[in-house]
């Protein structure tokens, strides 16, 4: 998804959407002693008590059948509470006819949800069509939609079972945002496509997000996701309680009690350097080559350069583009093919946090991350005793 059609025209097509937003385009929803037992008599949640920021991400966390989804299908009276008042920009939902309310929020599921006989153009439609756009113009908003998400559009006349599990989620995306609406429901929106897919659709999510300042409200077992995506985490408990409510740097550096603690996990310390900044991270100059399959005439330069840094002689393969292609190891005399590129670990991205740059140094086979610039170019290399460095005066600095 890219955020690159800031230019779109946002209409949306129902007076409830207008009226939940608030000045920023998002719309506060408020949870005010929230209960819901179905008939089998167990309360699913018990007095729920949450304030949703307006215009940003908050996720509901926390392991299975604690409350999450039907928290979540509450706020458009997919579910109705049994008890307490659930309001959106300062409206009690109640006052609200449901499927008026649900046409103004986009709702995106596990499994896209989409309609498998009618075309892409024709799912991402369907809100403005119920909401009486006319059909040029919903076609118009639709392709527009369809770029939004980062799908081109010749995908606009496929049907849903042509399209991979992530782009039928992108799809998903695009027509939950095709009314415009303030707010955003997500159950689970990304847990059923792989990992590669998953973190790309997260990171698509999150610059989406940075242009368009929906409320998200966004459901999701798995902790990473929560403390990747979230301004704020609400931690679900067994026992249907919320028992954290924080940002989620706070739950994994202060969990409230032994069940956050264990929910959020044992590599909650690593987690949590990805919201300290990798800037401090010094990078050295790179002992690169330029790599076209075969050794060049200055690679022993390379590698002497990478010895006298007090590297092991390891070089790295860039293109001509000066990307990185992956690892020479040193040459012994035993080695017999050191034509062979080993594959490099992860790369440190300009403006990445502490996480990465620990990652890109634990990763690469040579034990030097490599840092590269916003075009992928390499700036050089980065030492995982500098990185441990780097995380002591950050400790130091809180202290
Ligand atoms: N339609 C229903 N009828 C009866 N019980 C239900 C219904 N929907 C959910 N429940 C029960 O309510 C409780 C909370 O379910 P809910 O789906 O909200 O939890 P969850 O945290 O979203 O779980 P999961 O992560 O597995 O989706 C569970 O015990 C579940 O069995």
Not at 105 to 118: D, F, I, K, T
Not at 125 to 149: C, D, H, I, M, Y
Not at 210 to 228: C, G, M, N, Q, S
Not at 361 to 386: N, Y
């Amino acid at each position: 998804m890219t955020a690159q059609d800031s230019t779109v025209t946002a209409q949306p097509s129902s007076t409830s959407a207008r009226e939940f937003a608030g000045q920023d385009g998002g719309a506060t929803v408020e949870f005010r002693g929230v209960s819901k037992v179905y008939q089998t008599g167990q309360p699913a949640v018990d007095n729920l008590n949450l304030n949703i920021e307006s215009g940003k991400i908050t996720v509901f966390v926390g392991p299975s059948g604690c409350g999450k989804t039907t928290s979540l299908r509450m706020i458009n009276r997919m579910v109705e509470p049994t008890s307490g008042t659930i309001t959106i920009g300062g409206r009690d939902v109640s006052t609200i006819p449901a499927h008026e309310l649900r046409r103004s929020m986009g709702y995106v599921m596990q499994q896209a949800g989409l309609l498998p006989h009618r075309t892409v153009l024709e799912n991402i439609s369907t809100v403005l069509r119920l909401n009486k756009v006319p059909r040029a113009q919903a076609r118009k908003r639709s392709l527009e939609l369809l770029q939004t998400v980062g799908l081109p559009e010749s995908m606009a006349r496929r049907y849903p079972n042509q399209l991979s599990g992530g782009q039928q989620q992108r799809v998903g995306v695009a027509r939950a945002l095709a009314a415009d609406p303030p707010v955003l429901l997500m159950d689970e929106p990304f847990s059923a496509v792989d990992p590669v897919v998953r973190a790309e659709l997260q990171q698509e999510l999150l610059r989406l997000q940075r242009e368009l300042a929906k409320t998200i409200i966004f459901v999701t077992h798995d902790i990473d996701e929560a403390t990747i995506l979230g301004d704020r985490v609400a931690v679900f408990a067994v026992g249907r309680r919320v028992a954290q409510y924080a940002p989620p740097e706070e739950i994994l550096r202060a969990p409230v009690d032994d069940f956050v603690a264990n929910f959020v996990g044992r590599d909650r310390g690593f987690r949590r350097l990805s919201f300290s900044s990798g800037e401090s991270v010094p990078i050295h100059s790179a002992p690169t080559t330029l790599w076209d399959g075969l050794l060049q005439p200055d690679d022993d330069a390379a590698a002497a350069t990478s010895r006298d840094s007090g590297t092991p002689g390891w070089v790295l393969a860039v293109d001509a583009r000066n990307q990185p292609l992956g690892w020479l190891a040193p040459r012994t005399g035993s080695d017999t093919n050191p034509e062979i590129l080993i594959p490099g670990g992860s790369l440190f991205r300009a403006g990445d946090p502490l996480r990465n740059a620990l990652d890109a140094a634990l990763s690469s086979p040579s034990g030097l991350g490599v840092a590269v610039d916003a075009e992928g170019q390499v700036t050089g290399v980065i030492k995982a005793s500098d990185v441990l460095a780097a995380i002591d005066s950050t400790r130091e600095g809180r202290g």
